[in-house]
């Protein structure tokens, strides 16, 4: 399985694995197990947020899977609603106290805005806790960071009074749903676009042009969404509590002929 050792390297020269293991909705009892079979499947990537409430069990799993802590890439985020520098200092110490953990390899602001005030302009307070980040960057606390669910508009406000361009913008993107802009906006500033909810939290499943086109590839469902995103140039971020899912959604050294790209596309509605 190829992918989980493939890499990408983001600007500043790190590299992160090319499909991550995502623990969004794994609850803390659940997530340790998880965690430690996504690593004993070849998972090199894990993907946490305080906001998951499983920060504690993720950094366990990472301690008790006796893979070095160089090989294993491990995020996390700083809740939406705490915005500001002091307060994000704070909660990358409490971040940090949960995974147990000297260094983060990528820490992202988790969204621009709280998740009750979608579209609230935060624009001062996302400021402050990116030059909050920039600090711990700089001090070697974290090897590489970013923003999540940011729009071009929120990441510019960035780039125009900071020091540090982001090095990844983590959003929900999958078949039918690719973000062109924001996709092309971060291709162009050399941001990473990494794609939550590849599997569209299980809606793919319900449609069948991807039925038809993953059984005339022999793969299955998942397997094909994750691939799309791999071939969008993005990191996919799948999720499942199941071993063999797991590595079932590892295999995707396979390629969507140009084809079967152009109907994956004609699904996107931009919406």
């Known amino acids: 399985m190829p992918q989980l050792t493939d890499v990408y390297t983001l600007y500043n020269g ?7 293991y995502g623990t969004w909705q794994i609850p803390d009892e659940v997530a340790y197990e998880s965690t430690l079979a996504a690593l004993r499947s070849g998972y090199r990537h894990v993907d946490t947020a305080k906001a998951y409430r499983n920060e504690s069990a993720v950094g366990r799993a990472v301690k008790d899977s006796g893979i070095p802590r160089s090989e294993i890439f491990v995020t996390s985020k700083l809740p939406a609603q705490t915005k500001g520098y002091q307060e994000t200092l704070d909660a990358f110490e409490s971040t940090m106290k949960a995974l147990d953990l000297d260094v983060l390899d990528l820490y992202l602001i988790h969204a621009p805005w709280p ?19 920039e600090k711990l960057y700089k001090d070697g606390r974290i090897r590489s960071i970013g923003v999540s669910n940011f729009s071009p508009k929120d990441i510019q406000a960035l780039i125009d009074t900071c020091e540090i361009l982001p090095m990844v913008n983590q959003i929900s993107f999958f078949v039918g749903h690719s973000q062109k802009e924001t996709k092309a906006f971060c291709d162009e500033k050399g941001i990473l676009v990494e794609a939550y909810s590849p599997l569209a939290t299980g809606r793919v499943f319900n449609e069948t042009v991807l039925k038809d086109i993953a059984d005339d590839n022999n793969v299955t469902v998942a397997q094909l969404c994750i691939r799309y995103c791999l071939q969008k140039g993005t990191l996919p971020l799948p999720k499942t509590t199941k071993e063999f899912r797991m590595v079932e959604n590892a295999r995707v050294d396979f390629t969507i002929n140009e084809k079967d790209m152009a109907k994956l596309d004609a699904l996107d509605k931009g919406k």
């Open 14 to 20: 790190v590299n992160i694995p090319k499909i991550g």
């Open 115 to 133: 998740w009750d005030q979608i579209g609230k302009d935060c624009t001062e307070g996302n400021i402050q806790s990116w030059k909050a980040m």
